[in-house]
């Protein structure tokens, strides 16, 4: 199957570039304006009081464009690699950072598997990263789209509806020493350790995250059927994508700070594990974005400083 991307996905910060690309266009423009004028002064003394606005607008822009970027920044990282029965994996993990927030999806891109019986080792299960001790994660929810439980009559519990978002009574967040030298690990599997703690209710019982319950399958294409075995047949899955809300506490989280990210396939750590290949995001050379509000404040009062110092420059012609 052919994976497809996450990098559309609408959890995407501002585009820096786009940001860079307007209020370039915009200085530009501006600074061709500051320099006819500079121009008209040398041969009419009356244009050096209407230029001081547009010269005040600039420089504020440029200070608050310097003083304020916004902590936000995301950074993409997928997987590739063989499962069991020569069937190749592909999975993403896309990290947004908004402030003290984080958002993690956490994705299954699609297999080769084609018709031959799916079986839990080849279900992504959990994702493992790592990040300075200092900082600390505190989980908040675990949600799918709707429409995205698969053998939802399973769940014997609380049940399983096409309306069903809230899967963070399946998902665990811990600390540790995982597999790759992380730290960190969000799973549905028992290799996690502990209960659920994404504030969800429990779906299927135990009460505990283990077994297949709530594998990441593969969207289901009329390439790609879904075949489950046996042991997958009795368990209620999650096609696609599931993504976690975090807070974050004890400093500021990075994309830099993102290391050693791989995505555990199965029920175990000895069973498929791909390393994550980071790349993409919202990412600036140091790590920000402008804050579009702004940026947008200051280019407007560039506007007006613009349209004021031309009325008073034709005022005094006058």
């Known amino acids: 199957m052919r994976p497809r991307s996450d990098a559309s996905h609408d959890s995407q910060p501002f585009s820096f570039i786009a940001v860079c690309v307007y209020l370039v266009s915009f200085l530009l423009l501006s600074l061709r304006v500051l320099v006819q004028a500079v121009q008209r002064t040398l041969t009419d003394g009356s244009t050096k009081v209407a230029m001081k606005p547009l010269v005040f607008g600039l420089v504020l822009t440029l200070g608050c464009l310097i003083s304020r970027p916004a902590n936000a920044e995301s950074i993409l990282f997928t997987g590739t690699g063989a499962g069991a029965s020569g069937v190749t994996l592909n999975a993403s993990a896309f990290f947004d950072i908004s402030g003290n927030n984080l958002t993690i999806r956490l994705s299954n891109l699609g297999d080769s598997s084609g018709s031959a019986q799916d079986s839990p080792t080849n279900q992504l299960t959990g994702l493992f990263f790592d990040l300075p001790n200092n900082l600390t994660l505190s989980p908040v929810s675990a949600t799918i789209d709707a429409g995205m439980i698969r053998q939802g009559d399973k769940c014997d ?73 046996g042991g997958l047949s009795q368990v209620p899955l999650i096609e696609g994508s599931v993504e976690f809300a975090m807070t974050v506490s004890g400093g500021t989280l990075t994309a830099a700070d993102l290391k050693n990210v791989s995505f555990q396939y199965g029920t175990n750590t000895s069973e498929p594990r791909l390393h994550g290949a980071g790349g993409g995001g919202g990412l600036s050379a140091n790590g920000s974005v402008p804050e579009p509000a702004t940026a947008f404040l200051a280019i407007t009062g560039i506007a007006v400083a613009m349209k004021r110092a031309r009325a008073r420059a034709t005022r005094s012609k006058a």
């Open 157 to 229: 519990v609380t049940p399983c509806t096409s309306g069903t978002t809230n899967v963070g009574g399946e998902f665990r967040y811990s600390t540790g020493n995982y597999p790759g030298f992380a730290d960190r690990g969000i799973a549905s599997a028992g290799y996690i350790g502990g209960s659920p703690n994404f504030n969800g209710p429990n779906l299927v019982s135990p009460d505990a995250v283990g077994g297949p319950n709530f594998s990441i399958i593969a969207p289901i294409t009329g390439q790609n059927a879904f075949n489950p075995n």
